[in-house]
């Protein structure tokens, strides 16, 4: 189980890490605006010159500047300029894409287990429909009392470019540690978008782990009083049904 707690806070704090690429100046001004990038030169009480991701160049006079602060982002994060009425941020529908999820099984088939879930995954979003990465995740089989860690490719797909939105998706890869063997986890699920930085996911789907079970056979000689166990590995599968709750960044 200490084996287990570490993992889950290591690709936690990988996750973390990797969502926090870069570093850049937010400029408020008095008329709403916001202006995100690098400050290039700054006279005080006179002018400030900032460089938005998109290589623009903007100067202001310090007339017209509210505040300055500091924030972490993506890199292709955008300036988003308010109207009079007011605008509002849109959640970004391409680039880099990060998720956490945490989730819950339970035993389906002959060999099916209960489990407990947490994973890291980190896509690229090409189109407001279709995600494809790569992550790692952590899985604690109950009954097995086993570990396996999948490294599985990643794709993702949305009917609808939404603030609700179904999707489905698909990870396959293969397991490490106390077990070893062939990974596959389809999924349908609803995505929530709950801010324009975050979505928050809903999800079913089926967990199929391929790996060695091993079975004892126990005999006993009531003639002689001898015992014996014979032990042979068996490749199965063990399955289950899950349910995810899910962080989209």
């Not at 407990?116 to 089989?141: A, E, I, K, R, W």
């Not at 790996?211 to 006993?220: A, E, L």
Request: hydrophobic fraction near 40%.
């Amino acid at each position: 189980m200490k084996r287990l707690i570490f993992v889950i806070c290591a690709i936690l704090c990988s996750s973390l890490f990797v969502s926090a690429k870069d570093f850049r100046e937010v400029v408020y001004l008095k008329n709403g605006s916001i202006i995100k990038g690098i400050i290039l030169e700054q006279i005080p009480n006179e002018t400030i010159k900032i460089e938005t991701s998109d290589g623009s160049v903007w100067v202001f006079q310090m007339s017209e500047v509210l505040k300055i602060t500091k924030e972490f982002s993506s890199r292709n994060s955008t300036m988003r300029m308010k109207n009079r009425h007011g605008e509002r941020d849109e959640f970004k529908t391409n680039g880099y894409k990060g998720f956490v999820d945490v989730g819950g099984a339970f035993g389906v088939g002959t060999y099916g287990d209960g489990l407990v879930s947490v994973s890291s995954t980190h896509d690229y979003q090409f189109n407001p429909y279709f995600f494809l990465g790569v992550g790692v995740g952590v899985n604690y089989h109950f009954n097995w009392s086993t570990v396996f860690i999948p490294v599985y490719a990643d794709a993702r797909g949305y009917f609808m470019n939404n603030d609700i939105a179904p999707f489905i998706g698909l990870k396959v890869g293969y397991s490490v540690f106390d077990g070893m063997g062939f990974y596959f986890n389809p999924s349908v699920g609803v995505r929530f978008i709950a801010t324009s930085k975050l979505g928050l996911n809903l999800s079913i789907g089926y967990n199929m782990q391929r790996t060695d079970i091993t079975f004892r056979q126990y005999y006993y000689n009531p003639r002689t009083h001898d015992s014996y166990v014979n032990s042979y590995d068996e490749r199965n599968t063990i399955g289950g049904v899950m349910f995810k709750l899910g962080f989209e960044f």
